[in-house]
Nanobody
């Protein structure tokens, strides 16, 4: 089992910045990849960024050049630095931890609201 606790959401004006944090606990040694997803009202949850255990990164096209995902292994924490925020970035952001065994196990945080005003 993996427990994820997110923090850092809020209200910001367009062009502003926010940093999200996700602290992991439990069976963290089993985690293969962590990431951030988001879900806007009336839309499906979508991938924002991922960072596998090898430290490589992957971003959705819509956030490339504006968002940066990073991890602090000593703190078991993943961050999402969001710059140049746009109103279309408004969503609930969810932290994800993925464990790959015989099948894929996905763990989710409770979500944190990010609202970008125009």
């Amino acid at each position: 089992q993996v427990r994820l606790v997110e923090s850092g959401g809020g209200l910001v004006q367009a062009g502003g910045s926010l940093r999200l944090s996700c602290a992991a606990s439990g069976s963290i040694f089993s985690i293969n990849s962590m990431g951030w997803y988001r879900q806007a009202p009336g839309k499906e949850r979508e991938l924002v960024a991922t960072i596998p255990s090898d430290g490589s990164t992957n971003y959705a096209d819509s956030v490339k050049g504006r968002f940066t995902i990073s991890r602090d292994n000593a703190k078991n924490t993943v961050y999402l630095q969001m710059n140049s925020l746009k109103p279309e970035d408004t969503a609930v952001y969810y932290c994800n931890a993925r464990i790959l065994l015989r099948r894929t196990y996905d763990y989710w945080g409770q979500g944190t609201q990010v609202t970008v005003s125009s």
